[in-house]
């Protein structure tokens, strides 16, 4: 978005001295080596991870208690078991009210991470108005909770999926409404989980940038600088429109916070709103929809290597199909994607048909089920859904009842899920 991206830097430099950090007058808005931190640090050599809801013992999960959302409870499941249990020990507790130690009033509060065997990491907020952000840390039992960082007029909620640890730091990306300069400003931050000292690794960058992965001690991030048509996503328009301009990964180094190219792609060489980019262990991919290709490049090299070119095509004017090719995950060295019939060899690039199981039907849509935790032989995915009749309360304060659909989750085996055999041991409900 050219006149955007010229509106925001115009603005910025309007607002000058009164809100924005020192250097961020400077007239580049994208995250570059002059704008990154340059800190001298030496980590701890380990590969960044995706923080999970669960690990091989246990998942995670909690629900709302009252329609009004004012506080949460935990569930603990254990995967080994398939118990779904409420972490109290209080005798004759009804777990309904604060006093229950499986509840938390802290909210909104997102689903607790695993962070290593005796620690779990939780995102919450004090209120939507305020927007500030807490990282608490409690035990695997969800007791003994301790605020590790607050982060003020901060929210980290835009994108609770995208949390990465080495083990010895969190590094999670936040952003604020600054309403001096009219935009929505992020950061990406370092916390130390001894003590939760923050560095933020950038300075503050802007929305047409966001965190796709992490690429060993890299995270990847993605800028776009791109120009509409006027007709773009106007359904009544008869002339196929797309985009011009660039679209383009920078990795950031976590220890030293140096930026480095890694790939750009021109709307001189590719329809740039049918290519679609994914990182999945550790690994990057990209598509061309309308070539029908997928393609990895190597971090050090920066070379990309085709795969396959045996995907399935979808014409440059025909509507978006991002939701089909949606990598989902890396099983067992194959590639799964959210909507596509077939798997590819992440190595060779072999593809194979996959084997469908039985589509869940969610209030009338089908879908494959989708995978919520990720193991080393197993996975939780979406197996079962039911009808149920759900009261909710309208502003007027008046109940209505709304007939809707609660999900259940499964444990299934890697093999069973890539062989299309439905062979669930189901072990809670889903937490939406
Ligand atoms: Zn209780």
């Not at 640090?41 to 380990?46: A, C, I, L, S, Y």
């Not at 835009?158 to 990465?164: A, E, K, S, T």
Request: hydrophobic share 30%.
């Amino acid at each position: 978005m050219k006149h955007v991206f010229s509106l925001a830097l115009a603005t910025l430099l309007l607002a000058g001295c009164t809100a924005a950090p020192a250097d961020s007058s400077e007239s580049s808005t994208v995250v570059t080596a002059e704008t990154a931190a340059a800190q001298a640090f030496t980590g701890n050599g380990e590969p960044l991870r995706l923080l999970q809801h669960g690990d091989e013992k246990q998942y995670y999960t909690q629900e709302s208690l009252d329609d009004s959302s004012t506080m949460i409870l935990y569930h603990v499941v254990d995967l080994q078991s398939g118990e779904d249990t409420i972490p109290c020990d209080v005798e004759g507790c009804t777990h309904d009210s604060e006093s229950c130690p499986a509840v938390t009033t802290q909210i909104p509060s997102y689903q607790p991470f695993v962070l290593n065997d005796s620690t779990l990491l939780v995102l919450s907020g004090m209120n939507h108005s305020t927007r500030s952000s807490f990282i608490t840390l409690m035990d695997r039992n969800c007791q003994n909770r301790r605020v590790l960082k607050k982060l003020e007029g901060v929210d980290l909620f835009l994108d609770p999926n995208h949390m990465y640890t080495d083990g010895d730091f969190l590094y999670c990306c936040g952003y604020e409404k600054n309403t001096a300069l009219g935009s929505t400003l992020y950061t990406i931050y370092r916390i130390d989980l001894s003590d939760g000292t923050t560095t933020n690794l950038t300075e503050h960058f802007y929305n047409f940038q966001y965190m796709m992965g992490a690429v060993g001690r890299d995270l990847v991030l993605q800028q776009e600088n791109l120009t509409y048509p006027d007709t773009f996503g106007n359904p009544m328009t008869t002339v196929p429109s797309h985009p011009t301009g660039t679209k383009s990964q920078v990795l950031l180094n976590v220890d030293t916070g140096e930026v480095r190219d890694f790939c750009s792609y021109s709307s001189d060489d590719y329809v740039l709103d049918r290519l679609y980019f994914y990182v999945i262990g550790g690994q990057y991919y990209w598509i061309d929809s309308t070539a029908g290709t997928l393609s990895t490049v190597g971090p050090a090299t920066g070379e990309s290597r085709l795969l396959t070119d045996q995907l399935p095509i979808t014409e440059p004017d025909a509507l978006s199909a991002e939701y089909q090719y949606q990598m989902e995950a890396n099983l067992n060295g194959w590639l799964v994607f959210y909507d596509l019939p077939l798997l590819v060899n992440a190595e060779t690039g072999e593809v194979r048909q996959r084997a469908d199981l039985p589509e869940n039907l969610w209030n009338g849509y089908g879908h494959q089920p989708q995978i919520f935790l990720q193991l080393k032989d197993r996975l939780l995915v979406d197996c079962r859904y039911e009808s149920y009749t759900r009261t909710d309360i309208s502003d007027d304060g008046s109940p209505y009842t709304t007939q809707t659909e609660q999900m259940y989750l499964g444990l299934i085996s890697i093999d069973d899920f890539l062989n299309g055999v439905p062979n669930y041991t189901e072990v809670c409900k889903g937490p939406y």
